[in-house]
């Protein structure tokens, strides 16, 4: 007997990225409910199935949703505002004076839902979000239908989202309660940086989060500065600091990491950590590079982000993967380092378990949630197709994407968004964008 299901997706080219990263052929998946139920033959899929809608895909690669395992996603509205500068002086001079003057919910919710536009027409379908009023980042990707893990953010100083320490955290608290068991929406304690968080902040988010067992996303030795200037204020290392502090453990992502020892590298593979390399803002803000080949070797967990539009200056996963494989052989003289199939993985299993969220999404296999991408090889641009693995990593972009599904619901169709107004969120963020620049 056939069984009723939601949708049978039947694409040219699959790939799971666990249990196999290589290319399959003939290989649907049948989702319902939002999950994915099956892979199979088309012959088996007509077999065994009536589904409501089947999505023919015959010049197109099937993959799992891309995960952009760091972003700030309200600052899309300051997009191009601050190019070309130092982190230090872009951060002290530009954008934290502008943010503690125009963010308000109002300005994260048309912020975030401008990046949310972006990144899922790209193939995004999760991303980490570290910023003021997360409650309001929580809400309007709800809405959207699009997947988050959001930042309980903290600083050591007042902003227009808290006064004190102990004000994030329990604010942050409030938004981890309303969204404990929500299907789209997870929680991450984020304290800004070790420069940012003192030692108080840090023991007493350290042990929050091991009761409500909730990863900690960090920026962690983003540059040289940052370095000299922690030594000079605690006498250690960030990251030794944070070591002794005890959050150098299976629970921390430790955004860029772009100054890391031989040893630093090892005691975080042996600590269970994970980095998330932001090769683009590393590159544009001259930070420095992630040794992100090294850590990989070290077996270390490496995902991938955007970091915020501000810094550089696209929420797009298809020039961070060809960034980071291109910036991976530079960095360690060897054109073998990082493959595409290591970065594909990167941007979609590594950075679901960064956020610990690999149970469910990350890999297209029964059970998981059914976030899903299709991409369109089928252009002069991304011909012939040899090998489609290495076509997505060095060839295509954002603009040969023509599907996202997250948990089944098809948000992005034949390249347009189905939910998103795009031109209110377009009216929206030019009326910010004038509120920028009358700084
Ligand atoms: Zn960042």
């Not at 690669?61 to 600052?75: D, E, I, K, Y």
């Not at 073998?336 to 378990?353: H, I, S």
């Not at 949630?369 to 299709?374: E, G, K, L, P, R």
Request: charged residues 20%; glycine residues 6%.
């Amino acid at each position: 007997v056939s069984k009723r299901i939601d949708a049978l997706i039947c694409p040219r080219w699959t790939i799971q990225v666990q249990p196999r990263l290589d290319v399959q052929n003939d290989l649907c998946m049948a989702v319902h409910e939002g999950r994915i139920v099956d892979l199979l033959s088309r012959a088996e899929a007509d077999a065994r199935y009536t589904p409501d809608a089947v999505h023919e895909r015959s010049e197109h690669v099937l993959l799992p949703g891309l995960v952009n395992a760091h972003t700030h996603a309200a600052m899309t509205l300051m997009r191009g505002f601050a190019d070309d500068i130092p982190l230090k002086q872009w951060l002290n001079d530009r954008i934290w004076p502008t943010e503690m003057r125009l963010a308000t919910p109002e300005f994260v919710a048309d912020g975030a839902s401008l990046a949310i536009a972006e990144m899922l027409r790209g193939g995004v379908t999760c991303f980490a979000d570290m910023y003021f009023f997360p409650d309001t980042v929580a809400e309007v990707a709800a809405a959207a239908g699009m997947r988050v893990a959001v930042g309980m953010i903290a600083l050591e100083f007042p902003t227009p989202w808290a006064e004190t320490p102990a004000e994030y955290i329990s604010k942050g608290l409030a938004v981890h309660d309303i969204y404990r068991n929500h299907p789209l929406v997870s929680t991450t304690f984020a304290p800004h940086a070790p420069y940012s968080v003192s030692d108080e902040t840090f023991k007493r988010i350290r042990q929050l989060a091991d009761e409500l067992e909730v990863p900690i996303h960090m920026h962690v030795h983003e540059t040289a500065q940052e370095i000299r200037d922690g030594e000079k204020a605690t006498g250690q290392r960030p990251l030794a600091r944070l070591d002794t502090l005890g959050f150098v453990n299976p629970a921390l992502t430790a955004v860029h990491a772009t100054q890391l020892t031989d040893e630093e590298i090892e005691r975080l593979a042996q600590s269970g950590a994970s980095v998330v390399h932001c090769p683009r803002s590393n590159l544009k803000l001259a930070s420095g590079a992630c040794r992100s080949a090294a850590l990989v070797d070290a077996g270390v967990n490496v995902a991938l982000g955007t970091d915020g539009a501000a810094s550089n200056n696209r929420l797009d996963l298809w020039s961070e993967m060809d960034t980071a494989a291109l910036l991976a052989k530079f960095v360690a003289g060897d054109a073998e380092a990082l493959p595409a199939p290591v970065v594909l993985k990167m941007a979609t299993l590594n950075g679901a378990r960064a956020l610990g969220l690999d149970q469910e999404i990350g890999s297209l296999e029964v059970g998981k949630s059914a976030d899903a991408i299709c991409v369109r090889l089928a252009e002069p641009a991304v011909y012939p197709v040899l090998d489609p693995v290495s076509q997505l990593v060095y060839c295509a972009g954002r603009e040969h994407v023509t599907d996202t599904w997250v948990a089944g619901e098809h948000l992005v169709a034949d390249g347009a968004l189905t939910r998103l107004d795009v031109d209110l969120l377009m009216d929206r963020a030019r009326s910010w964008g004038r509120k920028v620049l009358e700084a």
